[in-house]
DNA sequence: CGATCCGTTGACCTGCGTCAACATATGTGG
DNA sequence: CCACATATGTTGACGCAGGTCAACGGATCG
């Protein structure tokens, strides 16, 4: 498995962020903007199946997904895999090991990822001096909060092919929000076993769950990825309504 | 069933706060205390059984919990319930509604409750003029993901039995770091229904799982809760470290 | 050209759900 | 004071959603 991290003086200057240009995110004051591209220490590349950070460790870095996509996940003893979000470009990652001290969950690449790279010792920087900017910080770490809790309530009480429906209908809103399309749908570079180990399901019955939502022709799934055809009838079959932000911080 | 609020002015002086004098919180600066004392507007008394927020809402208040227990938890249309996570004294709870507009999750009371009560408008204060409470506020966001976190590895991989083990040794670490006995033993205000829908078991299933881990000696199903004997035991069992937190912060 | 990864399918098994009945406590209105 | 209702826990019988095992096909890659 690939693991190669490259790591690159600043390419992207804040300035020019192509994330800034999407309807999706809200806009910065200079100020902010200055002190964000003074925070930001560098670039990493990271391969496909590149693990970013590991569970035990304690990070110096956290980082802001400026391409690609990734998962964040924790593991029993024994091998058993909870994939527990998904990561996608403007998602702010390490943000809890950075507070809390010692990582309690991985994080690996699905894609080939660009990460911004920030030093953990600077986080008080922004508390201190900009105020703004912390309250996005807590608003972020709500928002995955948020995420978690419907996740939770995917998978304590739903059905397989509602968790499924679910979990789709849900990475399909977040694509389409980034305005990551390929051609003219949205395509998901996760494989079944990864589908499996986010719904506490196993590979099999994944397998045949994802069947009967192509046979639905809700989806299709394309080597290696799942594309979405009926966003709307698997949010129905999941009766989940979406989430509604409007413009959401990124840091 | 039970709903009334009954609301007092501020009783309990923040000064005088029966938390601060555990051990398991940080302590604050006078001028922390000061600030926090006057950002909370009132105390508000529950009933058990009666509901603190809603989903749906828009609520204008936070609160942190100064006495009794609750729990946080979603809905599906046809009534299935997952319980998110459990509330006791010195968690803030409506921090996720008040960030992000409507709250997406209901609160509801196991036992009488007594709440401080902070207005949703002066949050801004917090960021503006004590970064030390806004980095309290972002790492209690941290904190509520990380229990969610383990939360969804148990219940996306571990057994009934695993999962129920995990879920009262966790209830045990809480309560007893902030001394919560009944007696010798800690005792959990709850029913066989919220294990069920904590869990994502059925009742009937939950029972038999839990009968089992009291033939091993590890719990006892007193009237209407639980009494916690071998929480060495529930971990091994679940395969659970406990949380290292030294000291937290509470607003 | 074997090795590895990923998806697919069928046969069979089991952990957990559903249904149903019953026990005990507590509460409530008459 | 009784009659009844509701909340909680307990237990057994039975069914099914989803797990496990196993085999196979196609794609990709050193």
Redesign the interface.
Known sequence: MATTKTRNSQRTPCEQCPLRKLEHFRNFTPEELEFVSNFKTGELAVDAGATILVEGSHSAHLFTVLSGWGF?Y?M???G???I?NYMMPGDLIG??GS??GEM??SIEALSPVTLCVFERDKL?GI??NH??L??D???I??????I??????S????SALERAAYLLAFLYQRAKALQLFDGQRVSIPITQQHVA????LSIVHTNKTLKKLGERKMIRWADKGCDILDDKGLMQLA?WDGYKEKKRPFI
């Open positions: 964040r924790k029993l003893d024994d058993r895999r909870q527990l943000l809890q507070l809390m309690q969950h008080g508390f201190r105020a703004d912390a309250y910080l807590t608003w770490a709500a928002r995955e909060e948020r978690l809790d419907e996740n939770l309530l998978i304590g009480r739903r180990d986010t719904l506490g009766g």
